[in-house]
């Protein structure tokens, strides 16, 4: 993959989560705003290279090159050995040389939306682009679409500092939009989510969070989840069969889980369509996500010429998945119908779109024959008021987003296992047949299930044998307690940081009072409410970073 953005001065992210979910530990506050995983990236990229300046003030760390560029001029300085001192100078003189080219690369990419201030900024410099000839005239136009959809949705949220939180997304999303217009990023059969020297996938994520109603969002089957990182930890692959409802899902996904499952949550690889790294709009977007890259069905005769050029690209990006199965640890995200959920167009009833048994069979054999121990697990996802696709598929790119704030959720269900199905069929194309409406009716019975949940208003009450929605987490903007019930600690006051270091923490919505019990640890105030009903498992876990912490 090869990235050639220019790199951009920090920009500011804001987050709305006054209110997180029932089912992830999201972080309250907005100083909070960036994951915990993009400053971890950004350590790790300022940590490769480390160089040492004269200034006036004496030898200072330059902590990246990042740095490097923005600062004043600086003399190198070689605090290595006589011996090395000529082929560090060398190096150095490479370095800064390779800088002065990308402070160039930087200088040519224009700064209209990161300078912006206030809407009229933005609006004036979607319409001082498009005068210029940088930015389309369809392009422009999309843009102020955008920006007005979104900004009515997150004022439904009702966040008070919504104005902020619009400009400050808005901003970024216009200017990396404006970026790939100048230099157009070309996707990989396999590409890898970008992290430096721009984080799009923190960018991705901040982007949707004002959208999520997490008051009224859910996660089904939340224990499942463990159990695939554990396999994911032995080697094992993993593949989610899921139905596709937004453009959103990727980042529903990953805010549903990021507190409780963040490994999940930043290193799920997606299977995508064309579309999604072609659209202006959501190039931006996919270039933080995990990708393998093919050419839908549904569009793969829009244009007669382009079919054998698709089919191709499409041998090449199994070829890559099949080397990526290979490696083991991999996880897979796939839609096999093809596209995006629609609704009934007469009832207008939302259910998930039937199954290509095909592309299932494909996806089953491939993870069979990958080297590694394999496991299918169908994958449900409710968000399609957050960006609902066009009533019809569309040929054409550039198609019309509606955005929305609303509640969302996700559920998983057990593993099946293909043998157990082929058990009692009579030939392999009755037995593939047989598979793929196995995992189809467990996804829509998730569906179901979280549909009752969210948009029926019915909540924990919308729990069935087959998906319980209880494991959860609920939270306020106060003092915390979690009660432990039959706990040899039966109640203290966690941190929030120990509660999302844990991979699971389940609420009851009791009737009970919660206890009341002041911090017990230097003053830390976890700002959640939560009553846990603890299985063996997770009590252990939760006892010992509590040990830990005090």
Not at 144 to 150: A, D, G, I, Q, T
Not at 288 to 301: A, E, P, T
Request: glycine share 4%.
């Amino acid at each position: 993959m090869t990235y050639s953005s220019s790199p951009l001065p920090p920009l500011t992210f804001f987050t709305t989560t006054t209110h997180t979910p029932r089912v992830s530990l999201s972080l309250i506050t907005s100083q909070h705003s960036l994951s915990p995983s993009s400053s971890s990236s950004s350590s790790s990229s300022s940590s490769s290279l480390r160089l040492s300046a004269v200034t006036r003030g004496g030898i200072v760390p330059l902590l990246s090159r990042r740095s490097f560029i923005n600062s004043p001029p600086h003399i190198i300085c070689v605090t290595s050995t006589r011996s090395s001192s000529l082929s560090k100078v060398t190096a150095m003189a490479e370095i800064v040389k390779d800088d002065k080219k990308e402070e160039k690369e930087e200088c040519s990419h224009s700064r209209t939306f990161i300078d912006a201030r206030n809407e009229q900024d933005l609006l004036l410099g979607i319409r001082k682009e498009a005068e210029s000839g940088r930015l389309p005239s369809n392009l422009a136009i999309g843009l102020e679409e955008l920006y007005h959809s979104y900004k009515t949705a997150v004022f439904q949220s009702g966040q008070p500092r919504a104005e902020e939180i619009v400009l400050s997304n808005m901003a970024a999303t216009f200017d990396r939009i404006l970026a790939d217009v100048e230099e157009s990023f070309v996707f990989l059969p396999h590409h890898k989510a970008i992290r430096v020297p721009f984080d799009y996938y923190t960018f991705g994520q901040n982007y949707i969070r004002p959208l999520v109603d997490f008051r009224n969002s859910y996660v089904g089957n939340i224990l499942l989840f463990k159990e695939i990182e554990l396999q994911l930890q032995q080697g094992h692959n993993v593949v989610l069969m899921s139905n596709h409802q937004s453009e959103a899902d990727p980042a529903v996904i990953a805010l549903l889980l990021e507190a409780t499952n963040q490994n999940i949550a930043e290193n799920l690889t997606y299977i995508a369509g064309d579309r999604v790294i072609t659209d202006p709009l959501s190039k931006p977007f996919s270039m933080g996500r995990n990708l393998i890259c093919v050419y839908s069905k549904k569009h793969m005769h829009d244009n007669p010429e382009l079919v054998d050029m698709k089919r191709k690209a499409n041998t090449r990006s199994l070829k890559e998945m099949a080397l990526l199965l290979r490696s083991g640890s991999q996880l897979i995200w796939i839609a096999p119908s093809g596209g995006r959920d629609r609704p009934d167009p007469h009832t207008e009833e939302w259910h998930p779109a039937s199954f290509d048994s095909s592309a299932v069979d494909n996806m089953r054999r491939l993870v069979q024959h990958s080297g590694a121990p394999g496991h299918i697990y169908p994958l449900s996802i409710l968000c399609h008021d957050i960006m609902p696709p066009p009533a019809q598929v569309e040929k054409e790119i550039g198609e019309k987003r509606v955005i929305s704030f609303s509640g969302t959720g996700i559920s998983v269900a057990p593993e099946i296992n293909f043998s157990d199905i082929a058990a009692g069929c009579k030939d392999p194309e009755e037995a593939k047949d047989a598979y793929s409406q196995v995992l189809y009716n467990s996804v829509a019975e998730q569906y179901n299930v979280l549909k009752t949940a969210i948009l029926a208003k019915q909540g924990l009450e919308a729990s069935i044998p087959n998906v319980d929605l209880g494991f959860g987490l609920r939270f306020c903007n106060s003092k915390s307690t979690v009660q432990l019930s039959s706990s040899p600690i039966s109640a203290c006051v966690l941190s929030e940081t120990v509660i999302s270091r844990c991979p699971l923490v389940i609420l009851l919505q009791q009737r009970q009072t919660l206890n009341q019990a002041e911090n017990c640890h230097n003053g830390l105030i976890p700002g959640v409410y939560a009553r846990c009903r603890l299985n063996s498992w997770f009590l252990g876990y939760l006892v010992n970073a509590w040990l830990k912490l005090v």
